[in-house]
């Protein structure tokens, strides 16, 4: 039986630090939502009741769907300017016709907490200081957690986000993991992931990956999350894996809740890279 790398105690760990330190400086953490989307609006809603259990000064900002864009542009130029605004996060996806990269390139660097300008993409390839996708980060906090070293081993990450697939593979490759990456023209799927000693799931499908997919010593991270039939599942089929596998997070009570956590604390370190504190 696999190792359960659960999420909820690193959690609360990360999140003991977040608030201890907002406690001392104030954050503050301005979202931004285009449009009525239902998914966005629900993450923007639990953001704000974890900003309030933080002690997290929360700003939102709601358009309607055919705000021009001219005005969100100046919006974000506004918070970049505000002294006091520590983080600024977009909700996605925007709506059709809007152009995502050209307006999450305006968010300034050092309040990018979602880690999505060119500016931190160059900083996590040349593992530079800056700040980085959260999903990608909880990953690399799970795996400390647990004492599992990826120096030396090989990682094979199945999805090519700029989100999750790809940030994942440089943290990994920066901590010295020899590092493939699957994608949807990946031949041959299930013998490269067979190789990995760590396995990171970051598809969208539920439950693409079976038990055997995987050889008995794969430590497995399932980013995934999905909606079937009213249950929330990963990318791996959990009860296959949990039976064949060395160590696998659970979903949910994995990933995400880390993920939450290490988005929060990416306040902090955007505090300390403005204030140097
Ligand atoms: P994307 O849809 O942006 O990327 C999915 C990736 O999977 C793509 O690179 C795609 O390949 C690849 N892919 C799709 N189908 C296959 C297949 N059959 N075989 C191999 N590769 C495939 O998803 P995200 O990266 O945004 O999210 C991935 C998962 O992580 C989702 O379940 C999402 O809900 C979850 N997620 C979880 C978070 C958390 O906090 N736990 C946060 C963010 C996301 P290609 O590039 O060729 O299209």
Same mark, same amino acid.
């Given at each position: ?13 990360? %999140? ?20 009525? =989307? ?41 918070? %970049? ?15 059709? #016709? ?15 907490? =979602?880690?999505?300008?060119?500016? %931190?993409?160059? %900083? ?33 990450? *199945? ?5 999750? #697939? ?55 991270? =399932? ?13 791996? =089929?959990?009860?296959?894996? *949990? ?24 306040? *902090? ?9």
């Amino acid at each position: 039986m696999a190792t359960l790398l659960e999420g909820k105690t690193l959690a609360g760990q990360i %999140n003991a630090v977040t608030a201890e330190y907002a406690a001392k400086h104030d954050l503050t953490l301005a979202v931004i939502q285009v449009g009525d =989307d239902p998914a966005s609006g629900a993450y923007r809603e639990a953001k704000k009741r974890q900003a309030h259990r933080l002690g997290i000064i929360f700003e939102e900002y709601l358009f309607d769907t055919f705000v021009p864009a001219r005005e969100i542009e100046s919006l974000i130029r506004q918070l %970049n300017s505000r002294e006091e605004i520590t983080g600024i996060f977009i909700e996605q996806p925007l709506p059709r #016709g809007y152009d995502p990269v050209s307006l999450l390139e305006l968010v300034d660097p050092v309040k990018d907490i =979602d880690g999505v300008t060119s500016a %931190n993409a160059a %900083n996590l390839y040349l593992n530079r200081p800056g700040l980085f996708p959260a999903t990608a980060e909880a990953l690399m906090r799970i795996l400390e957690f647990y004492h599992i070293d990826p120096k030396g081993k090989e990682a094979v990450i *199945v999805g090519r986000s700029n989100i999750v #697939g790809k940030p994942a593979a440089l943290l990994l490759l920066h901590r010295h993991a020899t590092v493939t990456i699957c994608h949807s023209r990946t031949q041959a799927l299930k013998e490269v992931v067979r190789r990995g000693d760590i396995v990171v799931a970051a598809v969208g499908k539920a439950e693409l990956l079976k038990g055997d997919d995987f050889k008995n010593e794969a430590v497995v991270l =399932d980013a995934g999350y999905n909606v079937t039939e009213g249950r929330t599942v990963g990318d791996v =089929d959990f009860k296959g894996a *949990v039976a064949h596998v060395s160590a696998i997070t659970p979903v949910p009570g994995g990933v995400g809740s880390v993920t939450t956590a290490s988005l929060f604390h990416n306040l *902090v370190k955007a505090r300390q890279l403005q204030y140097g504190t």
